[in-house]
T-cell receptor, first 118, second 111 residues
Framework: GAVVSQHPSWVICKSGTSVKIECRSL??????MFWYRQFPKQSLMLMAT?????????EQGVEKDKFLINHASLTLSTLTVTSAHPEDSSFYIC??????????????FGPGTRLLVL | GDSVTQMEGPVTLSEEAFLTINCTYT??????LFWYVQYPGEGLQLLLK?????DKGSNKGFEATYRKETTSFHLEKGSVQVSDSAVYFC??????????FGKGTMLLVSP
């Protein structure tokens, strides 16, 4: 099946630093990738949708300048948390879609990246 | 807007018990419906899906039937195992929109 990887799986950083998280589709080309944030015991909150070669579409309330998303190729998207603060600590999950919007569209999820900002 | 409501957990069962996790939805049109499973410390995995009314999705002994008349997509399994302990998310997608998730239901299965 389709596999999505994320790197790193764990990251601890100091407040004020920036952190980059990579999301890769390993055996398929993903025209669309999604970034979610999950708080403990909560559902997934969609942060943004990114299409290869174009600017990401951010959900309401998500700061574009804080959460920079780059989708440079059909197999790689990156999320950079700029000037991270403790409240940014969370579990970040990406997903990739092969045929976005189609009736049988399936999103394949990465294993997630746990960020802890001290 | 679209929304998904799941029963609150945790659901605690003994091994080999019957499982039902309720899921109801509100959506425009005819959404596709999904169940995702999240094991501890991991991302979500698609468990099963149904794309039209009366469809039954099934996988690994789990089943869910798309009930348009009751706007429901309840997850069932006849005999749970300890390894089924996880958080289960019901989700929908309307047309070309993104996924809308429920809050998740934690399942704990004891030997």
């Amino acid at each position: 099946g389709a596999v999505v990887s994320q790197h790193p799986s764990w990251v601890i950083c100091k407040s004020g630093t920036s952190v980059k998280i990579e999301c890769r589709s390993l055996d398929f080309q993903a025209t669309t990738m999604f970034w979610y944030r999950q708080f403990p015991k909560q559902s997934l909150m969609l942060m943004a949708t990114s299409n290869e070669g174009s600017k990401a579409t951010y959900e309401q309330g998500v700061e574009k300048d804080k959460f920079l998303i780059n989708h440079a190729s059909l197999t790689l998207s990156t999320l950079t948390v700029t000037s991270a603060h403790p409240e940014d600590s969370s579990f970040y999950i990406c997903s990739a879609s092969i045929s976005p919007g189609g009736p049988g569209e399936t999103q394949y999820f990465g294993p997630g990246t746990r960020l802890l900002v001290l | 807007g679209d929304s998904v409501t799941q029963m609150e957990g945790p659901v605690t069962l003994s091994e080999e018990a019957f499982l039902t996790i309720n899921c109801t939805y509100t959506a425009t049109g005819y959404p596709s419906l999904f169940w995702y499973v999240q094991y501890p410390g991991e991302g979500l995995q698609l468990l099963l899906k149904a794309t039209k009314a009366d469809d039954k999705g099934s996988n690994k002994g789990f089943e869910a039937t798309y009930r348009k008349e009751t706007t429901s997509f309840h997850l069932e399994k006849g005999s749970v195992q300890v390894s089924d302990s996880a958080v289960y998310f019901c989700a929908l997608r309307s047309g070309y929109s993104t996924l809308t998730f429920g809050k998740g239901t934690m399942l704990l299965v004891s030997p």
